[in-house]
């Protein structure tokens, strides 16, 4: 199918101490197209003297790229299916939890897809609902997860 590639760099700042773990967790990822996106640690996990809070957190992106490859799918889908969209919006929330070890992970992501239709085939709720389980079902990203991953579209009429 496909291999994919990504760089994620971290350096140690002059003056940090790696040993006394009083370092920045600030890094960088960067992707074959050339994009560069700056990284951290998750606010609340460390001290804000160590994080970039601007930056992207592994959880967000974990997040982020569900929703993403989510939603691909479901645009290629609803298109194939002879729908127009204007629109599509999502706002993936995840629960973190300690697992039976004791050790953190997400245990549950849940999307909230909002999709707006136009022109004269609109989907009823019930086809809006077959698009996002087809959507679901192919999503390399949902289907590398061992997440409760759920989906609650937003359907407006």
């Known amino acids: 199918m496909a291999d994919h590639t990504a760089r994620v760099r971290w350096q140690i700042s002059e003056g940090e101490d790696f040993a ?3 370092y920045s967790r600030a890094h960088t ?5 050339g994009l560069s996106v700056p990284g951290s640690a998750a606010p609340g996990y460390l001290p804000a003297a160590l994080i970039d809070e601007s930056a992207v957190d592994p959880e967000e992106a974990l997040l982020a790229s569900a929703a993403s490859c989510h939603m691909l799918y479901f645009l290629a889908y609803a298109a194939k299916a002879g729908f127009t969209m204007t629109s599509y919006e999502d706002n993936p929330e995840g629960k973190v939890e300690k697992n039976e070890t004791g050790d953190p992970w997400v245990s549950a992501i849940a999307m909230r ?3 707006v239709f136009t022109g004269d085939k609109r989907p009823t709720s ?13 999503c390399i990203i949902a289907n590398s997860l061992k997440s409760a991953l759920t989906i609650e579209p ?4």
């Open 20 to 22: 006394s773990n009083r």
């Open 29 to 33: 990822w960067s992707f074959d197209g």
């Open 113 to 115: 897809p909002r999709a």
């Open 126 to 138: 019930e086809e809006i609902e077959q698009l996002h389980h087809r959507a679901h079902k192919s």
């Open 154 to 157: 937003i359907i407006e009429s």
